[in-house]
C-alpha cells in the first residue's frame, strides 16, 4: 500500500529550520557585508546538504526547505506583476509574537511573466535523487489577510478582474514549473483554515471582504488556476491556522470550508493541520471524495521538539479511517518547521527525529 507517486505516505510540508552557517550569511547580506553571489553560494551548499538528509532518513521527496526565502510566501508573491512589498509599521501577532513588519499589496495588474523560484527548482531538481517538490503560497492567500483594502482600486475597479487574473497568473506560474521539470507542486494555505475561525472571519469584514462569499470564490478560482495542468503533475494544497516561532493566530475545525475545499477544489491531495485540538474532529473529512485523491494528515507537530508516540499517532489514523479509506491517507507534520527564516522553536536534530518516525510510522501502517 506504499504509493510510487506523491503525496507520499511519509511527507512533509515543505520548510526546514535554517542552519547557522545560513541565517550568519543572510545577516551578513542584509548588511552589505556579503554579496549576492557569496550568498548563494551558501545557500546552494547548505540546500544540498538537507537534501541528502532528506534522502538518508528515507523520504521519496525532497524540497529545498525555502533556504533562500524570508517567508514562505513574501518571497513568491512579490516576483508576481503587480505586486509590491511594503513596510507595514507593525508585524502580525502570533500569541504575543511579532513578525517583521512587512506585507504585500496589489499595485497593478496581477500576472506571472517569469519568477526567481524557477531557478530555484531547477537547482534543487538537478540535486536530488528523489522526487523533488517545489512550494509555493495558494492564489487565495494573496487575498485573505490583505483583504480588498490592499487591493488598489484603480487596477481593479472590481474583485472579479481580480480573482480572474490571480488564476490567470498561477496557470501560468504552474506551467512554468511544468516546464522546468517540476512533477510535485505544494499550494500553501492559511486563507482556508483562517476562515474556520469567527474572529478571523469578522477581521476579513473588516478589510472590506463579505467571509460568507470566500469559500465559493476561492475554490472557482483555485480550480481556474489548475485548468490544463499536464496530467502527469501532482498538484497538493496544505492549509494552516498560522505558523511562526511555534505560535499560531487561528483556532477552529474544518467545518466551515469543508465541503468547498475536500469536494469542489480539484486538486490531488491535501495537507491538514491536525496535529492539536484547535483543528477539530476528522468528523469534515466526510466531504472528501472517493477514488484516488489523498489526505495527508498533519499529525505530528512542528511547533514543539517532543516525539510523538507512534500508538497515539495510529489510534488517530485509525480514527480518521471512519471517514476517507486508509489508502487514501497519508502522514507529515502539521507545517513546516520553519515558515519565516527565523523558524520553530525546536533543534535541528529534533526537527529530522520528527521526520524520521514519520517514515517509520508509514512503513509501519501502510507498509514497506
Not at 352 to 360: F, N, T
Request: charged share 30%.
Amino acid at each position: 500500500m506504499q504509493r510510487t507517486k506523491p503525496p507520499f505516505r511519509a511527507d512533509h510540508v515543505g520548510s526546514l529550520l535554517r542552519p547557522a552557517a545560513l541565517k550568519q550569511a543572510r545577516a551578513k547580506h542584509a548588511e552589505g557585508k556579503l554579496d549576492d553571489a557569496a550568498l548563494k553560494a551558501v545557500e546552494d551548499r547548505e540546500i544540498e546538504k538537507i537534501v541528502r538528509k532528506q534522502e538518508e532518513i528515507g523520504l521519496k521527496l525532497a524540497t529545498d526547505g525555502e533556504f533562500r526565502r524570508s517567508w514562505w510566501h513574501f518571497d513568491f508573491y512579490k516576483g508576481l506583476d503587480g505586486v509590491e512589498m511594503f513596510d507595514t509599521g507593525k508585524g502580525i501577532v502570533f500569541a504575543g509574537v511579532e513578525t517583521k513588519a512587512e506585507a504585500v499589496r496589489i499595485v497593478g495588474r496581477v500576472g506571472f511573466s517569469g519568477h526567481a523560484h524557477l531557478d530555484h527548482f531547477k537547482f534543487l531538481k538537478a540535486h536530488t535523487k528523489v522526487t523533488p517538490k517545489m512550494t509555493i503560497p495558494a492564489p487565495s492567500t494573496l487575498h485573505f489577510r490583505q483583504g480588498r483594502q490592499n487591493v488598489s482600486k484603480q487596477a481593479y475597479p472590481d474583485m472579479e478582474t481580480f480573482f480572474d487574473d490571480v488564476a490567470v497568473g498561477y496557470r501560468k506560474a504552474i506551467r512554468g514549473f511544468y516546464d522546468a521539470g517540476c512533477r510535485y507542486l505544494q499550494m500553501d494555505d492559511t486563507a482556508w483554515s483562517m476562515m474556520c475561525d469567527p474572529k478571523e472571519r469578522e477581521h476579513s469584514r473588516e478589510r472590506g471582504d463579505d467571509p460568507d462569499a470566500l469559500p465559493a470564490i476561492y475554490a472557482a478560482m483555485t480550480n481556474k488556476a489548475l485548468e490544463g495542468r499536464p496530467s502527469d503533475m501532482i498538484v497538493t494544497m496544505h492549509s494552516c491556522r498560522g505558523n511562526f516561532r511555534s505560535t499560531f493566530i487561528a483556532s477552529g475545525g474544518y467545518e466551515f470550508v469543508a465541503e468547498h475545499l475536500l469536494g469542489k477544489v480539484d486538486i490531488d491531495g491535501f495537507f491538514l493541520e491536525y496535529d492539536t485540538d484547535r483543528s477539530g474532529g476528522f468528523e469534515p473529512l466526510r466531504f472528501f471524495p472517493k477514488g484516488q485523491k489523498q489526505v495527508v494528515l498533519g499529525l505530528v507537530t512542528s511547533k514543539s521538539g517532543t516525539l510523538e508516540s507512534k500508538d497515539a499517532i495510529k489510534r488517530r489514523i485509525d480514527e480518521a479511517t471512519k471517514y476517507v479509506a486508509l489508502d487514501q491517507l497519508a502522514l507529515s507534520p502539521q507545517c513546516g518547521f520553519a515558515s519565516t527564516e527565523e523558524g520553530n522553536v525546536l533543534a535541528e536534530d529534533e526537527q529530522w527525529a520528527k521526520l524520521r518516525m514519520i517514515v517509520e510510522l508509514a512503513d509501519e501502517v501502510w507498509g514497506r
